[in-house]
């Protein structure tokens, strides 16, 4: 499975999405119906860890060097913590936010097509380099949800939902942050074998830094009982952040001399 085949896994991916959220959303009284939407939702996420898997095989190494490499795995992972919630919270809500984020990064991915190398430079043969990304990339996705959550709070404004829009914010904060300071940690040891120091306050090692705070000083605020339209508010900007963690730094000109460079694509 290569480029060529890319768009059209993509599309389908995002069609079997819209329709089935269509289905879901608008029919509660008719149950086959919405098993009929959410089967079709769930088949949308298949199809991106079948190409997923494919690529994998075709590239002969793990998709996690570029930008646009680590946004499949970001549009392949975000609906499943949309399904997990509803499945653990009974919140509906939370997946169609899911889906539109994950056809966001794949239309960025069909509109800005990458080059794709099979080679890794040698910092990247590491046996850090997966557990890392795919460390940070969960927790990525994670916080990207409860940002979501977050927002539909705000919007929303109703009392019963606000309230469950923030817990289940909170509980996908809590966790994602826990996959942040291990993406940290992995990082690290990563950078002492590869480069021999553990951190030299790069630039893109600088804003993850920055990135964990900022989810740190909302655990604080949490603990510390602040106001919780304030907490719905420091939630949904937060993410903000990462993202610059995320991709933002590499437009910065001190990415230039970045050890990270190799993510750019």
């Known amino acids: ?51 997923l898997i ?12 570029t930008l646009g490499e680590t946004r499949l795995w ?9 399904f997990l919630v509803e499945y653990r919270w009974k919140i509906n809500w939370l997946k169609y936010y899911c889906v539109a984020l994950a056809s966001f990064f794949l239309w960025v991915n069909i509109r800005f097509p990458e080059v794709y190398d099979k080679t890794l430079m040698p910092a990247l043969q590491s046996v850090w380099f997966i557990p890392h990304v795919v460390v940070y990339l969960v927790g990525y996705v994670l916080l990207a949800a409860s940002s979501a959550a977050a927002w539909h709070s705000i919007f929303r404004n109703r009392l019963s939902e606000g309230k469950n829009g923030l817990e289940v914010g909170h509980y996908l904060a809590l966790l994602g942050f826990v996959f ?9 040891l990563w950078a002492k074998e590869a480069w021999g120091h553990y951190w030299t306050w790069d630039p893109k090692e600088t804003w993850a830094l920055i990135a964990w705070l900022v989810y740190l000083g909302y655990m604080h605020a949490n ?5 919780r339209n304030k907490l719905q508010w420091y939630l949904a900007l937060a993410f903000l952040v990462l993202l610059v963690s995320w991709f933002g730094v590499n437009y910065l000109p001190s990415a230039q001399s970045s050890v990270h460079t190799y993510q750019t694509g």
């Open 74 to 82: 970001y549009a392949t992972l975000i609906p499943v913590v949309g």
């Open 223 to 227: 603990s510390a009982k602040v106001d």
């Open 180 to 188: 942040l300071t291990f993406g940290l940690v992995f990082g690290a």
């Open 54 to 65: 494919a690529f994998w095989m075709e590239l002969d190494r793990p998709p996690l060097r």
């Open 1 to 51: 499975m290569t480029l060529v085949e890319f768009p059209y896994m993509a599309k389908g991916a995002m069609v079997f999405w819209g329709i089935g959220s269509l289905l879901s959303a608008f029919s509660a009284k008719e149950r086959v119906l919405k098993v009929l939407g959410m089967g079709l939702m769930m088949a949308g996420t298949a199809i991106m860890v079948f190409f």
